[in-house]
Structures are given as C-alpha cells and as structure tokens.
C-alpha cells in the first residue's frame, strides 16, 4: 500500500491528516461520522466512490388496495360547510323567531316543494341536535375528504343527506303520519360508514394499520339513537344516509383499486 496523500485540514488544530481517518490524531477533533470504504486496485487501496441509491417501488400487497393519496395542504371545504352552514341558519332563526318550514324543514305530507329534501339536512330547531351532528362530520367527514377531495365529499354528504329525507318522507306519507323532518343525522351516519369503508379497505392485511372499531360503532350509535331524544330526528333518515355513504365508500375503494 502507497504512502496516504495527507489532503484532509482539521478545523481544530490546521493539520494535515489522512483522508481515510475519523479522528484528528493529533487533538483528537471529530472529523466525519465514519471513515470511508476502502477497496483494492493492484497493490493500492483507493475510496470507493459513493454509489446512488435506488428508490425501492412500492408495491402493493396482494389483495390489498392501494392507499389513498393524502394532501400537507389539505382544507375540509366541504366538512366546514356542511357545519357552519347549518349554525348560521339556525342562529338567523332564532333571531327571527320563524318556524323551521320558514328555514327548510320537511313537513310530511304538506311540504309538496321538492327543494325541500334538499334543505331538510340542513335546517335545525336544537342546538344540542347540530352539536352531536357537527362532531361526527368533524371526526369522520374530515376523513374521507382528505381521502376524496372537496367535491366528491360535498356531492357524498349532500346525498346521504337528501336520499334519507326523501326515504323518510316517503314512509312517513306511506303510513299516514304527520310528521317534521329535519336535521342532518343522515349525513353524519354517512359519512362515519364512508369513512369505516374506505379505512376498513387501507388497513386490510396490515398490522401498522389498525383503526377503533369500538369508537366507530359508538359514534354510530349516538346517531341511530338521536330520533328518540330530538323530534325532527329521523329514524329512517338517518339509516338510509348511512347506507349510501356505505355504498358510496365501497364504490370509492373499488374504483380507486382498479386505477
């Protein structure tokens, strides 16, 4: 082995030492982490160059989908609009002192007005009713937007929202009931079953991957059991909501698989 050339200066003490060496030999300064590889060339050992690394693909298991795609920039639009909406509607109306027909509500069977399975999600008589709703969409709305974007979030909850309503009315007017539909249990039901679909199909066969089942079929519950505490709550709105927010993150995992 040739004679090292001495190329390195240490800051500490201004010597020359061997490229090859951590530490200064003469004060003892820490010069670099390690020392680098060495290999043979004839009867001399030189550096070995550093090599790039290669990024590894990740390639998903199989029979596991692909995981969605999560934005640093993330805003919930959708989630924030699907809140503040309705609480600002219900202060106007408390300010006014009108009835919740004036602000949207479903009364079955004399609302005739079809925009009215539209507005029925969103028009409260409770504070105490929207605060419940507003927690779920917080938890569970935020992430299937996150999951799903602004838009298809938005289109989503307006759905479970309006598709309940529509069911309720109709077997309200099929039994011949006279009864005030209002609130947006379905579409917190909805959100909380697209959310465990699409969460349920990213942990599949992984163990970093686990979610609360317990706090899932708690939250639901709350909401299932909101028509017995809250008139305009319901009961049937609230399943048919959860349903297609189900059917719709099912729909979501399938077609993102297959992309």
Known sequence: MSETELSVICKNCGSEVSPYVTECPYCGARLRKRAPKLERKGDQFEAQRPTRRRRRLRVPRPGRPVSFARSDTFRP??????????????????????SLATFGGLIV???????????????????????????????????VERRLGTAPTAVLL?????????????IASAQGEITVIAGGNGIALGAVAAWFAIR?????????????????GVAAAVLIA???????????????????GGLAGLAATTLHHKE
């Open 77 to 98: 639009y959708a989630t924030l609009l699907m809140i503040l909406g309705p609480a600002v509607l219900l202060l106007v109306q408390k300010a006014t002192g009108e």
């Open 226 to 244: 909101l028509p017995l505490f809250v008139p305009t709550a319901n009961f049937f709105a609230c399943l048919v909501g959860g349903a297609v």
């Open 109 to 143: 069977p004399f609302g005739n007005e079809w925009w009215r399975y539209l507005t029925a999600p969103f028009a409260y008589v409770d504070v105490g009713y929207l605060f419940v709703v507003a927690v779920g969409l917080a938890i569970f709305a935020t992430g």
């Open 158 to 170: 307006l759905a479970c929202g309006a598709l309940g309503v529509l069911a309720a009315g109709g």
């Open 200 to 216: 349920r199909s990213e942990a599949h066969g992984a163990i970093d991957e686990e979610y609360d089942l317990i706090g899932v």
